[in-house]
């Protein structure tokens, strides 16, 4: 099953695909963009990982002063930085490389303390894309990567559905794709993740409780590029869905 | 593993469970590391605010036992002054800082001590977002009640003995200034807790020890710390 969280007409709902747009609990039937699209479950604690895929590592090296260790690198992220579907993430005027990070997004759907891999798929609530922007402009080397990279307001796209862990026989064989303006810019594979889902659930939940609504954003592939301001920015994932996301300049936001 | 509630049920009375920590902003800390701040990994002081996300499975309360893990010495106790948001807080100014602040909590910013030259350079989650390692103060001092946050005394007791003193005053950032530079890129929400951060030389405690940080005008958290479970 696949299921949104929308606000129309006054109220948030629950909503389902449908032909031609969505299709609420309460039995309207609504086309795509009259509704306001929201991360798609209730968000708890937010666990990025970077240089997660073997080439983007590669994309990467020449840049990184340490390389990547058997260690995942993970980072944390706030409730303000999300932003659901079709939503809108703002390029300040003076930077130069901001760029997308599409992302297999993992949602935990049971307590997990000391989990063992093997054991790790049964607290998989479902799935959905995330696209996780940074602004590498504003690296900085100190507890890297640094909030003012990765936890902006409006930087993590998550959407447009939760896809229930019942309904994707393998999330390590899934197919991920960015287009900006409609040109494929990158390209990958969940399969070369250099640490899969079950590793992951394993080592976070030695050190901290996963519970229901945490959600692990399991990194990106190579081919990030360079956003500006007007571009739409489409992240998909197979079988999970298609996020859309628009960048806007300073102005609206009085800046 | 829950955040204090204090009195009310609604923000900022009611922690929105969000804790952002500012680190090395005591410029101690700073001065500490010589040249390796220009070296590598790091190549420049830090321009901005040093921050860390303290995620809800690190939320404890008063009295909480919290885990020293097999293996590990001591914890380092980061005593810090709790900035609880009463407004929603984006690009605010430095002078009009304080006006969103609806008050203040004494929190511990604990984590596993990290040796070595690049103990800086990664978020390093492992050691410092493990399951309690944020007890806070079951008491808020409303913002009108703290004439300078900027120059409290903070200490640290365990098992009763003072083994460390220092003062918010002694700050890279005030806690208007962080405010500022921190809501210039986020935006604080009502409920949300920002940490102005602990002092240079953090003592360590170790498992069996009671742990007391006091905060002038803001009273006391009292905690204790037990050794974790052997692993299989």
């Not at chain 1, 999300?82 to 130069?96: E, M, N, Y």
């Not at chain 1, 063992?116 to 990567?145: F, S």
């Not at chain 1, 301001?229 to 996301?245: A, M, S």
Request: hydrophobic share 45%; glycine share 10%.
């Amino acid at each position: 099953m696949k299921t949104a969280r929308v606000a129309f007409g006054g109220a948030i709902h629950t909503a389902y695909p449908d032909e031609h747009g969505v299709r609420l609990a309460d039995g309207r039937r609504v086309p795509e963009d009259a509704v306001v699209w929201l991360p798609p479950f209730d968000v708890g604690t937010v666990i990025a990982l970077g240089l997660n895929y073997a080439d983007h590592v590669k994309e990467l090296s020449k840049e990184l002063t340490v390389s990547a260790k058997d260690e995942p690198l993970v980072f944390f992220k706030g409730p303000g930085t999300l932003l659901g579907h079709r939503g809108h993430t703002r390029r300040p005027a003076d930077v130069s490389f901001m760029h997308y990070e599409c992302e297999l997004a993992v949602v935990i759907g049971r307590e997990a303390r000391r989990v063992r891999a093997g054991d790790a798929m049964a607290h998989v609530a479902g799935y959905t894309v995330c696209n996780d922007y940074a602004i590498r402009d504003y690296l900085e080397n100190w507890y890297r990567p640094n909030l003012r990279v990765k936890n902006r307001d409006g930087c993590t796209v998550l959407g447009p559905w939760f896809v229930d862990a019942a309904d994707v026989p393998d999330p390590h064989a899934l197919t991920l794709r960015t287009s900006v303006n409609g040109k494929i810019t990158q390209q990958g594979h969940t399969a070369n993740m250099i640490n899969g889902i079950p590793a992951l659930i394993e080592y976070l939940s030695e050190f901290m409780t996963l519970r229901p609504g945490d959600v692990i954003l399991t990194g990106t592939p190579d081919g990030v590029v360079n956003v500006e301001v007007g571009d739409e920015v489409v992240t998909e994932i197979e079988g999970i869905g298609r996020l859309v996301n628009t960048i806007v300049g300073d102005d609206i936001f009085g800046r | 593993m829950t955040a204090p509630e204090f009195s009310f049920e609604v923000a900022p009375y009611r922690l929105s469970g969000a804790v952002y920590g500012a680190l090395l902003n005591d410029p101690l800390q700073l001065a500490a590391l010589g040249d390796a701040l220009y070296g590598a990994p790091y190549k420049a002081p830090p321009a901005h605010p040093v921050l860390s996300v303290k995620p809800r499975n690190t939320l404890a309360e008063e009295g909480a036992a919290v885990v020293v893990p097999q293996g590990v010495d001591g914890l380092e106790m980061g005593a810090s002054l709790g900035i609880v948001i009463g407004r929603a807080a984006c690009r605010v100014a430095q002078q009009s800082a304080l006006d969103v602040v609806a008050g203040y909590v004494i929190v511990n910013d604990i984590s596993v001590p990290q040796s070595g030259p690049a103990r800086h350079y990664r978020p390093g989650v492992r050691h410092r977002a493990r399951d309690g390692f944020c007890p806070i103060g079951s008491q808020l001092i409303a913002a009108g009640m703290v004439r300078n946050p900027d120059s409290l005394a903070v200490r640290v007791y365990l098992d009763g003995m003072l083994v460390h003193e220092s003062s918010t005053a002694r700050r890279t950032r005030s806690v208007a200034r962080l405010i500022a530079d921190v809501s210039e890129f986020m935006t604080l929400q009502p409920g949300d807790l920002l940490l102005l951060g602990a002092a240079h030389d953090a003592p360590l405690a170790r498992a069996g020890q009671a742990v007391l940080i006091e905060i002038e005008g803001l009273g006391r958290l009292a905690h204790r710390l037990v050794a974790g479970p052997v692993h299989a």
